[in-house]
């Protein structure tokens, strides 16, 4: 016999009344059952309920439980145990952090602390719902909530639940005129009358489905305008709350099963701790809308036409022009600035202009385009009628344009400038040892470029995220419309000011965001990196590509430029186009396949085929007109 920590004739020795003493007991003896092994547990609780029937003291023992187990808290164990605590992530997310942290007396007479403080787990709810009928029968009498807590805990469900969907932002998304006609606006009343009479539960059911109703539309505006992770939270919280409001009134019914109730608590309190369920349950809704709006942006990067080509084309050697002047100031500024925290301010403000002015003039730049490309593409994989190969290699097609334009207009610009610089000065830009230093890092099997060129594909892909965030809250707020017909700027700035800016917001705004996220990153994250001692440098193709220029000029303006230097370095810029652009179109496109529920086996197929097809026709991949 294993010695066990209870002993019956203490319980009953206890003073009457609630007490530390009877808590301690009744939190030991629980904690002994669950220490066991679940096969052990049922065998033990037979031998335990058997005592109890043996005890002299039997009813007295029985009514002890009962009285622990009708406390007050029984009311919270009801209406609380697996629900969320708050109406928001946020504050959710802080509360189930800080029951990990914040230390807690089990016995102060709370039950449901007591309860939280045991660690249930699945393998718990899965062990009551395992347990023999005659056993269950044994102990309903102690734990079948009374008459008086059903109606209780059902109220106060109900009462949360007008709270949370009678808020200001749910019944703006909702069509009714009036908060009185919301299905939620009588509930409570409604819940107390099917709590004191059990025979009207249809009336309850009626309402419920009305609510969910009511949810199932504000879903749907929530999907064709944008999404939110607070509000997708409170979706799942009013529909969980309205489950648990079916499961109280159903404990008043004949036909009720106490045991799913039981276990319906049990598998709560093992869920009500856990972090990573509610914040990917409440975020993959956002990140499915965020995926959807970045691959709207997508298709703007994929050339369908000729002039679309020659368009694009034009755009990307622009760009790689004004990326010269981002690598002169880039230079500039690490020569002239030596504070870390103003180099990095520096750099984000030169990597920032510089993109603004190519989002401001429709310019293509390279490494910007996977992660929108492959949102597009996850897109196409949805949609049976599209040709999803053929959407690759166009994705692909346009992308080798626009890196190739990025690289000429880069190299030639910076080239030129060099040598208007050396006219002018007498020397080339860049010395004869930031020249040789500017070559060899690039080098790809003697220098960390490749790493580096991986984390800035990283850096890439979330500034990709601030993208379609942006799109997604400028849609969810309908900002555009409110700029468009808001009296108070019409009359300050004008009827077509305010349309300008409306319009700009609309097809500029996520991209300025994203570019903006995009040169902080760039600029401040190896820099602030750096401070704790971890090297970490930028490998941006088409900032490489325009430093490689001066350097190459600078190089061969001295006589000390040798062929195998060009070679290795011109390999190495390639290389970290390669790198950044799988990088973020990978990452960009695992995320899409899971917010959009693709299936991996769906996603393996796909690139099975993209494998096959790049070994059979690989130049399908590069230029168009080669199927």
Known sequence: MIATPYRLDDLVAFPPGPSRERATWVYSALRFFLDMPPASRTEWLL?????????????????????????????????????PNEAFLLGELLDRALRHLVPVDEVQGDLYVLLDSLNLCEADAQWVASLPDSLVAEWAGIFTPSHASVLVSSKLLALRVANVALARDFLALSDEESVAKSSFFSLPALVEHVARNPDDFPQWEARRDACEAQLREITQLIEERGSSANMIFRIRLLRSLLWRIQQVLNLERKDSESRKFAVSIVHGFATQRKIASVVSASTRRLARSVVEKTGRVGKHYIAKNHAEWKTMGWGAILAGVIT?????????????????????????????????????????????????????????????????????????????????????GAILASIAVDRIWNAVAGHPFLTAEEAEHGIHMLFPLTSPTIPFAIVTGILLWLSSLA??????????????????HSLRIRRRLGPERANAIAHWLKHHAAGSAGYIVLGFLLGSVPILVGLFGI????????????????????????????????????????????????TSFVLSFLLAVRARDIGEAKARRFLKDVGRKLVSHPVTFLLPGFD
């Open 467 to 484: 993208t379609g965030w942006t799109a997604n809250y400028v849609a969810l707020t309908r900002m555009e419309s409110a700029i468009a």
């Open 47 to 83: 031998q335990f309920t058997a005592e109890i029937d043996a005890h002299p003291r039997c009813y007295e023992i029985r009514a002890i439980l009962y009285d622990f187990w009708s406390h007050h808290s029984y009311i919270r164990v009801i209406s609380e145990a697996g629900l």
């Open 324 to 408: 010269c002047f981002t690598a002169l100031f880039k230079y500039s500024i690490s020569s002239l600035i030596h504070a870390p925290l103003l180099v990095a301010f520096g750099h984000s403000m030169n990597y920032t202009v510089s993109f603004l002015l190519m989002q401001a003039g429709g310019f293509l730049l390279a490494s910007k385009m996977p992660a929108a490309t492959a949102a597009t593409l996850v897109d196409a994989m949805e949609d049976p009628e599209k040709d999803q190969m053929a959407s690759l290699q166009a994705i692909s097609q346009t992308q080798t344009l626009v890196t190739i334009g990025n690289l000429a």
């Open 535 to 582: 090297p970490l440098e930028v490998r941006h193709v088409t900032l490489g590509a325009a430093g490689l220029a001066y350097a190459w000029d600078a190089a061969r303006l001295t006589g000390e430029l040798r062929g195998s230097d060009v070679f290795w370095s011109f390999v190495g810029v390639v290389l970290v186009g390669l790198c950044n652009i799988l």
